[in-house]
């Protein structure tokens, strides 16, 4: 957050963050104070993993309810990431009156199918979901002794420790607008014989849209599964990598 010449606030870095920030302060909140004061909260912090697919950061936090009585307070570890992964973790949402309710298997299926899939992706939109944990101190005191609980990537993607047992807060749908000279370009590529492809890790349906929109494939190729698929399908077309092969990548890479 920098002030910028109208002496405002302004968010400015990586474009998800950006737009999340943006969101708050359009809703009016005082999203300066709240980074200010979580600053000196902060115990942990898993940067975005493109294994994981998540962030994770964990901060002290002190409920309202707990405020006036100057009781207890906890660790609340927040996640933020694909919301195909973060929704299957989650065991609670919140209703209209902002209090937590189980949230079932069916409910998962329709906000993973009806809403993320069918509405957001297919508009070419970009999801991201947002759930937190709590832990008491005693708790957290006895995740910090076993250290493969902050190992990063590929063994963190193994441990479950924060990634069960989540409240999901929302998911948000953002538009990352196509440049409008990535259509030309496209075309005029192809017409110098080069290949042109899309590797994505967003969702298929969304990455679909993008092909689409950027003359990359025809929309009534768009179905055939030979011309766009998953990184699993891929990885199938191409011998596939067992589950040795994957951890030594992986150690490998983070050497």
Known sequence: MEINNDSKFEANGNPTEVSLLQFLQDANLPVHHYIKRKMDRIMYHQPFSSVTKNSIIAIKYVPKQFNEEGSDDCVRVFVKGAPEDIINSCERNFNGDGELKELCNEDKKMIKNDIVKDVFSKQSLRSIAIAFKDFTHQEWDLIKKDPRNFMSDHLLYKNKTFLTDLNLIAIFAMQDPIRPEVADATRLAKRGKIDVCLVSGDLLETAVQFAIKSNIVKERYAKNQDVCMTAKKFRE?????????????YLEQFK
């Open 237 to 249: 077309k191409c011998g596939g990598f067992n589950d040795e092969t994957k951890d030594i990548l």
